[in-house]
């Protein structure tokens, strides 16, 4: 009868703690979770607006008086750009910039000084991008401040010159927003009359230059 009791004792203490038990296997048990979802990066485009500074160096050659003053400036400069772009989905770029620069571009020549101190353009750009590699062709118009002195008279005449330009260049997206660009341009101002030396005179330059940029 005790083996009977215990027996049933045994079974009925089981029996109570069978549903803890399946209730900590239930728990132990991993239930699937959802895989985060992945982020994906956009990709690069030189679409958008950007304003950044440049430096470089400019030479040239001006002639004025049918040949008998040669003033061949070269000097310094700096300052910023203003543009914009968009990218097709074939990767071609077209875009508009606008620059405006300070310069030391100057010369003597037999008595006589020329000098530019500020010149600026507006252009077209059109370019092939390749991801973050942007090489390009540019040209439209140029402007700048030029002084023509006789230092032997003490005559002085200065102009705003306007003209063309074209060139090209290579830029470059570090990241989203900022990039950097090297580049070429030649500028023709054309001629015009300078009482100094009571002749017409001339500027043509080259101009290589850095940039970087920021793009909203």
């Not at 402007?143 to 005449?157: A, K, M, Q």
Request: glycine share 16%.
């Amino acid at each position: 009868m005790k083996k009977i009791l215990c027996s049933g004792v045994a079974a009925a203490a089981l029996l109570a703690a069978a549903p803890a038990f399946a209730a900590d296997l239930a728990r132990q048990q991993p239930y699937p979770t959802k895989a985060a979802p992945m982020i994906v990066e956009p990709a690069f485009t030189w679409t958008g607006f950007y304003l950044g500074a440049n430096a470089g160096y400019a030479w040239g050659s001006g002639e004025g008086g049918a040949g008998i003053v040669n003033l061949d400036g070269s000097g310094f400069l700096g300052g910023g750009q203003i543009g914009v772009n968009y990218q097709f989905a074939n990767n071609v770029v077209v875009g508009v910039e606008a620059d405006f620069q300070g310069s030391d571009i100057k010369d003597t020549y037999a008595g006589f000084e020329s000098k530019m101190d500020y010149f600026g353009t507006v252009r077209a750009r059109l370019g092939y991008a390749f991801g973050n590699i942007l090489p390009y062709v540019t040209g439209g118009l140029a402007y700048g401040h030029t002084e023509v002195r006789d230092n032997l008279y003490g005559l002085s005449t200065d102009k705003t010159q306007t003209g063309w330009t074209v060139g090209g260049g290579v830029e470059y997206a570090l990241t989203n927003n900022w990039t950097i660009k090297g580049e070429y341009l030649y500028m023709d101002l054309g001629e015009d009359y300078y009482d100094s030396i009571g002749y017409k005179s001339g500027l043509t330059a080259n101009i290589v230059r850095a940039g970087v940029n920021y793009k909203f």
